[in-house]
């Protein structure tokens, strides 16, 4: 994969008066598709050149399925040829996307998420914003349909960028993209959102003030920082450091109850911190489907006690605080 994908993207950020970030976002973005940056994406490549043009059709990125809505149903031939190669880019985490009556039930019901942080938010109208760890960047269309500027998404993992450009194959917007970087990966002179989005990413990093103190420099100051994370349940400033896997994942490094989670945020310069949301994730938000066939939440808790990960800790709640950079 070269730049091509992205240009519209970037000429985009040209047209928005943002073209200073130009030539440092092309340079991190080239270094992370350098030789061997994932030995399957020539095959992910070939599958979206197979994509097949679907008739005309509107984009939907208001509602719980995003996607392509058109008057009559697609012929079976074509939509078993649209199904077909999108499982190509099988696992898919993050949706559901809804392509002209293809539903792609994704591992994760991503809508639940987005409805209960939605009515808490800023409102996104013309708002710049950065979605860190958006995955295929479902979230970040949801973003878009709220009227948002330019959003700006950013995960390191290459399939979900090649699911993003297969989805945007059909919804063709040019003022969102999911570019190949990490956090850590940004351009030192990357700031001045509106609102920053860090969602599900928290846990993984090692060190939580560092990636707060990041956050915080990539707003402008007054802008809204919206961080999900899992949170311990229960009262007082506590810290669970899992002893080694966490529900089934090697990367799990804190786990904070809100209390804890609500001063880091004050120490790292966070003013005005509401929580939007506490939600024990359950067994119907993240499981196993046909588009994402490896193992999921059901199979890591355990199955004689829900309120534990099959590893004894204590099952995952996730939740949502929204504050503002001081
Ligand atoms: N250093 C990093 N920088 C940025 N992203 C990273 C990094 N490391 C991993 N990721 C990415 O962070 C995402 C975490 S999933 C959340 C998706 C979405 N936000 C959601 O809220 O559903 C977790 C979950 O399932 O909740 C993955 O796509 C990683 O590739």
Known sequence: MDLTPFKPF???????????WRSAL???????????AHGDLPQWEAALTELPDLPESTAVLDASCVGLRGADPLSEAMEAQLRETLMRLHPWRKGPFCLRGLHLDTEWRSDWKWDRLAESLTPLKDRLVLDVGCGNGYHAWRMLGEGARLVMGIDPTLLYVVQFQAINRYLGRDCLSVLPLGIEDLPKGITGFDTVFSMGVFYHRRSPMDHLLELGRLLRPGGELVLETLVLEGDGERVLVPPGRYASMRNVWFIPTLEALEVWLARCGFVGVRVADVTRTSREEQRSTDWMRFQSLPDHLDSEDPDRTI???????????IARRG
């Open 311 to 321: 590893e004894g800790l204590p099952a995952p709640t996730r939740a949502i605080l």
């Open 10 to 20: 970037f000429d985009q950020l040209d047209r928005t008066a943002l073209a200073a």
């Open 26 to 36: 092309e340079a991190a973005v080239l270094a992370r598709l350098g030789p061997g």
